[in-house]
């Protein structure tokens, strides 16, 4: 058991560089979302959610990058990435709503958003554990 603890806790270091593309798709996300609409969102949501949706999105993925520029900045890319995260995972549940009534169609997308979302989360809890102070 302790050698599975201490593999699921041992980190993956990555490039910055791929760190900062990784945002960068999320604005892709974001600008094909605002572009294009998300029927997920469109028929779980009310009306005018889906772009209020993809520009928070922007927004906070172009702070993630501002952020993940440099060690420096990790705080910022810390608030940053917790709202990504919170945003994807409200993404991620639109669909599973779908599945869940019925609707398996979507069960793919619901995968793979639930799969996209793990990726900030993880490194919202990294930044957490690395630029958060401790309690007193």
């Not at 995968?111 to 690395?130: F, K, Q």
Request: charged share 10%; glycine share 6%; net charge positive.
């Amino acid at each position: 058991m302790r050698k599975f603890i201490t593999w699921g806790r041992s980190p993956i270091l990555i490039p910055r560089w791929v760190l900062t593309l990784k945002y960068v798709m999320f604005v892709f996300v974001g600008v094909t979302v605002y572009v294009a609409s998300s029927p997920s969102l469109d028929i779980t949501t009310w009306e005018g959610y889906t772009p209020f949706w993809s520009i928070a999105l922007i927004v906070a993925s172009l702070t993630c990058i501002i952020g993940s520029a440099s060690p420096r900045l990790e705080v910022m890319e810390r608030w940053a990435v917790l709202v990504l995260f919170a945003l994807l995972i409200g993404y991620a549940v639109a669909p599973v709503q779908l599945v869940l009534a019925g609707d398996t169609d979507r069960a793919a997308y619901s995968i793979l958003a639930i799969t996209l979302s793990l990726l900030p989360g993880a490194r919202a809890a990294m930044l957490i554990h690395r630029t958060g102070r401790p309690h007193v």
